[in-house]
């Protein structure tokens, strides 16, 4: 059975730091695109960050880059999200997804909360 | 405010069909043929209903079916049943650079 299970999500205040992690079972991980996606509040899910089967191509939406870093670890099956500087309105419910070489999504994790707040 | 526009919500009885619209750009929707659907029930993950417009993965009835015409893509549920009563999003791929875009969701309700 595929899983997808994120940990690491908490309170942070404002211009700190988190590290998401999404581990992966019942499925070879290191042969698919990973992304992930986030959603405040009340609000429509965003697209944030994409990595490669290899980890070689990376890819953040424009309101998290430079702040924000998407890895992987194949030999873990474990994809990382690295946040830095975080913002207020960073503050969402962040899932990660794989990617069905279609530009669809065919697993969800259920999601871990991130709340940037002083 | 998302990306993409879906009705709040939509509602038919039994065994009648509903259809949910996507509205985006020539730069999401219209652009890309890469239109998928996922329906979601309360505390669960989404799941994967139609990707590509109008394929459905295995294991998805074939009651769902979705289509495209220029900027909008359409969710279509016919033969509605009780558990189909769930919240519908749309997504598009956008490019290179935005990669995915969402739709808010759409409530189907059955009577």
């Known amino acids: 059975e595929v899983q997808l299970v994120e940990s690491g999500g908490g309170l942070v205040q404002p211009g700190g730091s988190l590290r998401l992690s999404c581990t992966a079972s019942?499925?070879?991980?290191?042969?698919?695109?990973m992304h992930w996606v986030r959603q405040a509040a009340g609000k429509g899910l965003v697209w944030v960050s994409l990595?490669?089967?290899?980890?070689?191509?990376?890819r953040h939406a424009d309101s998290v880059k430079g702040r924000f870093t998407i890895s992987r670890d194949n030999a873990k099956n474990t994809l990382y999200l690295q946040m830095n500087s975080l913002r207020i309105e960073d503050t969402a419910l962040y899932y990660c997804?794989?990617?069905?070489?279609?530009?669809?999504?065919?697993?969800w994790g259920q999601g871990s909360l991130v709340t940037v707040s002083s | 405010q998302s990306a993409l526009t879906q009705p709040r919500s939509v509602s038919g009885s039994p065994g009648q069909s509903v259809t949910i619209s996507c509205t985006g750009t020539?730069?999401?929707?219209?652009?890309?043929?890469?239109v998928s659907w996922y329906q979601r029930h309360p505390g669960k993950a989404p799941k994967l209903m139609i990707y590509?417009?109008?394929k459905r993965p295995s294991g998805v009835p074939d009651r769902f079916s979705g289509s495209k015409s220029g900027n909008t893509a359409s969710l279509t549920i016919s033969g509605l049943q009780a558990e189909d009563e769930a919240d519908y999003f749309c997504?598009?791929?956008?490019?290179?650079?935005?990669?995915?875009?969402f739709g808010p969701g759409t409530t189907v309700t059955v009577l």
């Open positions: 990595i490669s089967p290899d980890g070689s191509t990376t």
């Open positions: 590509d417009v109008s």
């Open positions: 997504c598009s791929y956008a490019g290179s650079f935005i990669n995915s875009v």
């Open positions: 019942g499925f070879t991980f290191s042969n698919y695109w």
């Open positions: 997804l794989r990617d069905t070489g279609d530009w669809s999504f065919d697993y």
């Open positions: 020539s730069n999401d929707v219209g652009g890309y043929n890469f």
